[in-house]
Nanobody, 115 residues
Framework: QVQLVESGGGLVQPGGSLRLSCAAS????????MGWYRQAPGKQREMVAT???????IYADSVKGRFTISRDNAKNTVYLQMNSLKPEDTAVYYC?????????WGQGTQVTVSS
């Protein structure tokens, strides 16, 4: 059973920062590129950032220059550093492989950007 557990979300003011973490169990982490995704109310889930084993990340245009994806292969963890947050970044954030595998979606972590 593969589990992906996201954490680090919360309420932050516009312009603030958050760091999300995703801990992966099982052998999935060592075999796949990983990604962060988000789903805002009333919208489809979208890719935010992806990372291969040692490369730098690939980002959605809406977060480029503000978000940074990284991974610690020894800890089976992928991170998303989010800076200069905007209200439109409000969403539930999920991690998964890239491309995503449906059965691996977890509960996600809520990020709310509001003053």
């Amino acid at each position: 059973q593969v589990q992906l557990v996201e954490s680090g979300g919360g309420l932050v003011q516009p312009g603030g920062s958050l760091r999300l973490s995703c801990a992966a169990s099982g052998s999935i982490f060592s075999r796949y590129s990983m990604g962060w995704y988000r789903q805002a109310p009333g919208k489809q889930r979208e890719m935010v950032a992806t990372i291969r084993f040692i490369d730098s990340g690939i980002y959605a245009d809406s977060v480029k220059g503000r978000f940074t994806i990284s991974r610690d292969n020894a800890k089976n963890t992928v991170y998303l550093q989010m800076n200069s947050l905007k209200p439109e970044d409000t969403a539930v954030y999920y991690c998964n492989t890239y491309p995503p595998i449906d059965k691996n979606w977890g509960q996600g972590t809520q990020v709310t950007v509001s003053s």
